[in-house]
């Protein structure tokens, strides 16, 4: 059997961590709560952001407080974070600021998928929110500021501390699939094609083109989701 030369294999491994997979038809599962289970992503941008904008699709039973998206930095731990705090609400927060989101009340029972996508712009300080397709109000916050770079990305958990601080009480369990990150406002029409499994450009987080890593006990199957 050929032995590598112990820098081939260091090399191997590093290659392997930055592997990127094309997730389209499969999802992050979180099957139970946890404070060490999170999903790192791998998409450190070097320059402040002055617009973004992030969709996902999200899956569970939990109607206590949870994270879904969290961006820490050395300066804010929520430097940009997508929080649920009830069924009915979701918090996106920009350098430590917040707004909520009051969402109508389901009109049929039971769990569903739930698409959004949120998004701030530095220069006007608006906040758009999309549920499922639909537009909300909008509403602004933090105008004329920048998020700053090479911070920690991860799903799953709300960060404390820049990678770590999790919560129990706070953690996501449930399924996580589709999650895409631009620095630039979508559109009406972009939004919608997204939501539809539609395709767009210069993603700084693409789900068809992942780079990841995983803490504790998070599993990556195919999706339970038929439609859209």
């Not at 499969?26 to 941008?45: E, G």
């Not at 770079?149 to 996580?176: A, H, K, M, W, Y």
Request: glycine share 8%; aromatic share 12%.
């Amino acid at each position: 059997m050929e032995i590598l030369h112990p820098s081939l294999v260091i090399l191997a491994c590093l290659l392997g961590s930055l592997a990127e997979e094309d997730l389209q038809t499969k999802a992050f599962i979180f099957p139970a709560s946890s404070n060490t289970a999170a999903v790192v992503l791998n998409a450190l941008f070097q320059d402040p952001l002055t617009s973004v904008t992030v969709c996902l699709r999200s899956y569970t039973l939990l109607t206590r407080s949870y994270g879904l998206f969290s961006y820490a930095t050395q300066k804010s731990d929520n430097e940009l974070l997508i929080f649920k705090p009830k069924p009915n609400q979701y918090n996106f927060y920009v350098g430590s600021s917040t707004v909520t989101f009051s969402v109508p009340e389901r009109t049929t029972s039971g769990p569903r998928w739930e698409h959004i996508c949120m998004s701030w712009e530095s220069a006007t300080g608006l906040v758009e929110f999309w549920l499922d397709g639909q537009p909300l109000p909008r509403m602004g916050m933090k105008k004329g500021y920048s998020i700053g770079p090479r911070g920690s990305l991860l799903l799953g958990q709300d960060q404390d501390t820049v990678g770590g601080g999790f919560d129990i009480n706070q953690c996501f369990e449930g399924e996580l699939t589709d999650v895409y990150m631009w620095d630039r406002v979508l559109t009406s029409d972009e939004v919608l094609l997204i939501r539809n499994g539609g395709t767009l450009s210069n993603y700084l987080v693409n789900w068809r083109s992942l780079s990841y890593q995983i803490k504790g006990y998070v599993v990556v199957k195919p999706s339970l989701m038929t439609i859209y």
